[in-house]
């Protein structure tokens, strides 16, 4: 259990960390809203940031292909 509390924070802290970059780099780069390159990025990949969305998206890809 103490395990996974320690790799729950060191997620949690990864995802925050990976927020606070996108910000800066659009902030650096003058690109705007930090907001919607994560909003593109997540509908061209597929892909969540979010690690729980991530594995909840994942867990419905695995149901639609077993339907199909």
Do not use: A, C
């Not at 103490?2 to 780099?25: A, C, G, Q, R």
């Not at 593109?40 to 969305?53: A, G, L, S």
């Amino acid at each position: 259990m103490k395990e996974n509390n320690h790799l729950h924070k060191i997620i949690d802290k990864f995802y925050e960390t990976v927020d606070k970059f996108i910000s800066w780099i659009y902030k650096k780069f003058g690109l705007g809203e930090s907001k919607e390159l994560i909003k593109d990025f997540q509908e061209e990949t597929r892909t969540f940031i979010d690690p729980v969305k991530q594995l909840e998206h994942k867990e419905i890809e695995k149901e639609w292909d077993l339907e199909l």
